[in-house]
């Protein structure tokens, strides 16, 4: 598709289990950013990767949660022994470079439950 | 710290009328000033934005208008219509790092617009 897809929509774990969301950006755009809204607010940055680099991870709450981009392209991001609070939506976006516009994805739905 | 804040949570208009929607920002080192629509169970998108040293910004039906000495942001939308209900995001950009530019999200505003 045209658009930044991300899966699963919907995602719902046990505490303490390990989950993957992976995020499809638009070809082509070097930059690609993960974001986690909780419900009423919104998004905050987690991590940004410019190409296969990741040159920002100062929003990781933890040191559960864990991103990768090993091609440049698809990216996933992880979170391991998952705990009620990492209850959220988890955007991706990407982008071209620096520009403002950043298209987001539905993102994913995570309930821990 | 960094924020974005937000006067009104939630505004109500009526299809046709214009809308105003209001942010204060704290980070004076922001370069661009965006603002991001999020329709219910959709990604946020993008409207429109400014650049720091700019004023004011026209779109299709939407105008933003920056502040600096106040550190305010407005976005104003023409004729309202019922697709343009949504959550509203103020956004800053700053570059964090190299050739790294993150963007600040508000809280967002509800705006409902009424047929």
Redesign the interface.
Same mark, same amino acid.
């Given at each position: 598709g045209a658009g930044v897809s991300q899966s699963p929509r919907y995602k719902v774990a046990k505490r303490g289990q390990d989950v993957a969301l992976r995020c499809d950006p638009i070809s082509g755009h070097v930059s690609l950013f993960w974001y986690q809204q909780a419900l009423g607010q919104g998004p905050e940055f987690l991590t940004y990767f410019q190409n296969e680099a990741q040159l920002d991870k100062s929003g990781l709450p933890s040191d559960r949660f864990f991103a990768e981009r090993p091609e440049g392209s698809v990216s996933t991001l992880k979170i391991q022994r998952t705990q009620q609070e990492d209850s959220a939506v988890y955007l991706c976006a990407s982008s071209l470079g620096r520009n403002t516009e950043a298209f987001f994805g539905q993102g994913t739905r995570l309930t821990v439950v | 710290g960094e924020s974005?804040g937000l006067h009104l949570p939630t505004l109500s208009v009526q299809e046709g009328d214009n809308s105003i929607i209001n942010c204060a920002y704290s980070n004076s080192a922001s370069d =661009?000033f965006?603002w991001y629509k999020q329709e219910s169970?959709?990604?946020?998108?993008?409207i429109i934005?400014i650049r720091s040293n700019m004023d004011k910004r026209q779109g299709q039906r939407v105008t933003v208008l920056l502040n600096k000495t106040v550190k305010h942001l407005s976005l104003q939308i023409a004729a309202t219509q019922p697709g343009d209900s949504a959550v509203y995001?103020c956004v800053t950009?700053r570059r #964090?790092?190299? #050739?790294? =530019?993150?963007?600040?999200?508000?809280?967002?505003t509800l705006l409902t617009v009424n047929p």
């Open positions: - | 974005v =661009y965006i169970g959709k990604g946020p998108q993008f934005d995001f950009r #964090s790092g190299g #050739s790294n =530019y993150k963007l600040t999200f508000g809280k967002g």
